[in-house]
Protein backbone atom coordinates (compact mmCIF):
# COMPACT_ATOMS: atom_id res chain seq x y z
CA UNK A 1 0.00 0.00 0.00
CA UNK A 2 2.67 2.47 1.04
CA UNK A 3 4.26 1.66 -2.21
CA UNK A 4 1.69 2.11 -4.26
CA UNK A 5 0.74 5.91 -2.93
CA UNK A 6 4.27 6.44 -2.94
CA UNK A 7 4.06 5.57 -7.12
CA UNK A 8 1.27 7.85 -7.18
CA UNK A 9 2.43 11.02 -5.36
CA UNK A 10 5.77 10.55 -7.72
CA UNK A 11 3.46 10.70 -10.62
CA UNK A 12 1.10 13.38 -9.51
CA UNK A 13 4.30 15.57 -8.73
CA UNK A 14 6.26 14.46 -12.62
CA UNK A 15 2.59 15.41 -13.99
CA UNK A 16 2.35 18.77 -11.76
CA UNK A 17 6.27 19.91 -12.96
CA UNK A 18 5.41 19.01 -16.38
CA UNK A 19 2.33 21.12 -16.84
CA UNK A 20 4.45 23.82 -15.53
CA UNK A 21 7.30 23.39 -17.93
CA UNK A 22 4.75 23.76 -20.51
CA UNK A 23 3.09 26.52 -19.39
CA UNK A 24 6.41 27.97 -19.23
CA UNK A 25 7.78 27.37 -22.69
CA UNK A 26 4.51 28.64 -23.90
CA UNK A 27 5.08 32.08 -22.46
CA UNK A 28 6.70 33.24 -25.20
CA UNK A 29 6.25 33.09 -28.72
CA UNK A 30 8.65 32.97 -31.55
CA UNK A 31 8.89 34.06 -35.41
CA UNK A 32 11.56 32.33 -38.06
CA UNK A 33 13.59 33.93 -40.14
CA UNK A 34 11.81 33.31 -43.17
CA UNK A 35 8.36 33.99 -42.10
CA UNK A 36 10.00 37.66 -40.89
CA UNK A 37 11.57 38.20 -44.18
CA UNK A 38 8.49 36.97 -45.66
CA UNK A 39 6.68 40.08 -43.95
CA UNK A 40 8.88 42.20 -45.08
CA UNK A 41 9.01 41.61 -48.41
CA UNK A 42 5.32 41.97 -48.39
CA UNK A 43 5.36 45.38 -46.38
CA UNK A 44 2.99 43.94 -43.26
CA UNK A 45 3.16 46.26 -40.65
CA UNK A 46 5.33 45.49 -37.31
CA UNK A 47 7.22 47.08 -35.38
CA UNK A 48 11.19 45.53 -35.31
CA UNK A 49 12.89 46.45 -31.81
CA UNK A 50 16.79 45.28 -32.21
CA UNK A 51 18.49 45.38 -28.59
CA UNK A 52 21.80 43.65 -30.28
CA UNK A 53 24.91 45.68 -28.93
CA UNK A 54 26.03 48.78 -31.42
CA UNK A 55 28.71 46.84 -32.79
CA UNK A 56 26.66 43.95 -33.95
CA UNK A 57 23.61 46.29 -35.21
CA UNK A 58 26.58 48.22 -37.18
CA UNK A 59 27.62 45.21 -38.86
CA UNK A 60 24.29 44.19 -39.97
CA UNK A 61 20.71 44.66 -38.72
CA UNK A 62 16.99 43.65 -40.28
CA UNK A 63 15.62 46.62 -42.48
CA UNK A 64 13.49 49.26 -40.13
CA UNK A 65 14.97 48.03 -36.98
CA UNK A 66 14.48 50.77 -34.04
CA UNK A 67 18.43 50.19 -32.84
CA UNK A 68 18.31 50.19 -28.57
CA UNK A 69 21.59 49.05 -27.62
CA UNK A 70 19.21 47.15 -24.37
CA UNK A 71 21.12 44.04 -24.87
CA UNK A 72 21.60 42.06 -22.27
CA UNK A 73 18.45 43.87 -20.88
CA UNK A 74 19.80 43.27 -17.09
CA UNK A 75 20.84 46.63 -16.00
CA UNK A 76 18.14 49.93 -15.52
CA UNK A 77 20.12 51.48 -17.93
CA UNK A 78 19.65 48.87 -20.66
CA UNK A 79 15.54 48.75 -19.26
CA UNK A 80 15.49 52.63 -19.68
CA UNK A 81 16.65 52.00 -24.03
CA UNK A 82 13.40 49.97 -24.08
CA UNK A 83 11.46 52.79 -22.19
CA UNK A 84 11.73 54.89 -24.87
CA UNK A 85 10.35 52.51 -27.62
CA UNK A 86 7.55 51.92 -25.15
CA UNK A 87 5.32 55.74 -26.65
CA UNK A 88 5.65 54.06 -30.18
CA UNK A 89 4.47 50.27 -29.15
CA UNK A 90 1.32 51.26 -27.13
CA UNK A 91 0.63 54.10 -30.11
CA UNK A 92 0.29 51.08 -32.46
CA UNK A 93 -1.28 47.53 -32.69
CA UNK A 94 1.41 46.19 -34.84
CA UNK A 95 3.33 42.96 -34.25
CA UNK A 96 6.27 43.37 -32.19
CA UNK A 97 9.54 41.41 -33.50
CA UNK A 98 12.49 41.64 -30.36
CA UNK A 99 15.79 41.06 -32.45
CA UNK A 100 18.58 40.28 -30.68
CA UNK A 101 22.18 38.07 -31.19
CA UNK A 102 20.41 34.81 -30.35
CA UNK A 103 17.02 34.87 -29.67
CA UNK A 104 17.44 33.57 -25.80
CA UNK A 105 17.76 35.02 -22.60
CA UNK A 106 18.10 38.86 -23.74
CA UNK A 107 15.04 38.72 -25.79
CA UNK A 108 12.96 36.81 -23.35
CA UNK A 109 13.83 39.70 -21.13
CA UNK A 110 12.68 42.47 -23.70
CA UNK A 111 9.50 40.56 -23.82
CA UNK A 112 9.07 40.71 -20.08
CA UNK A 113 9.48 44.12 -19.97
CA UNK A 114 6.97 45.13 -22.33
CA UNK A 115 4.44 42.84 -20.96
CA UNK A 116 5.31 44.25 -17.61
CA UNK A 117 4.60 47.70 -18.79
CA UNK A 118 1.31 47.22 -20.49
CA UNK A 119 2.30 45.56 -24.36
CA UNK A 120 0.28 42.38 -24.86
CA UNK A 121 2.34 39.54 -25.03
CA UNK A 122 0.08 38.53 -27.97
CA UNK A 123 1.88 40.76 -30.25
CA UNK A 124 5.30 40.10 -28.76
CA UNK A 125 7.09 37.62 -30.99
CA UNK A 126 10.88 36.88 -30.48
CA UNK A 127 13.26 36.52 -33.98
CA UNK A 128 14.20 32.62 -33.67
CA UNK A 129 17.48 31.89 -33.68
CA UNK A 130 18.32 35.93 -32.79
CA UNK A 131 20.53 38.13 -35.50
CA UNK A 132 23.66 35.51 -35.67
CA UNK A 133 21.44 32.83 -37.74
CA UNK A 134 19.54 35.88 -39.81
CA UNK A 135 20.53 34.43 -43.68
CA UNK A 136 19.13 37.34 -45.37
CA UNK A 137 19.92 40.49 -46.76
CA UNK A 138 21.12 43.55 -43.55
CA UNK A 139 21.21 46.85 -43.53
CA UNK A 140 24.73 48.52 -42.18
CA UNK A 141 24.90 51.82 -40.05
Not at 67 to 86: F, G, H, I, M, S
Not at 87 to 113: E, F, Q, R, W
Amino acid sequence: MKKRILVLLITWVALALGASWAGAADAYHYIQAKDLNDRLGAGSPMIIVDICTKEQFAKGHVKGSIETNAYPVKTDEEKARLAEVLPKLKASADDVIVVCPKGGGGAKNTVDYYKANGIDEKRLLILEKGMTEWPYATEKK
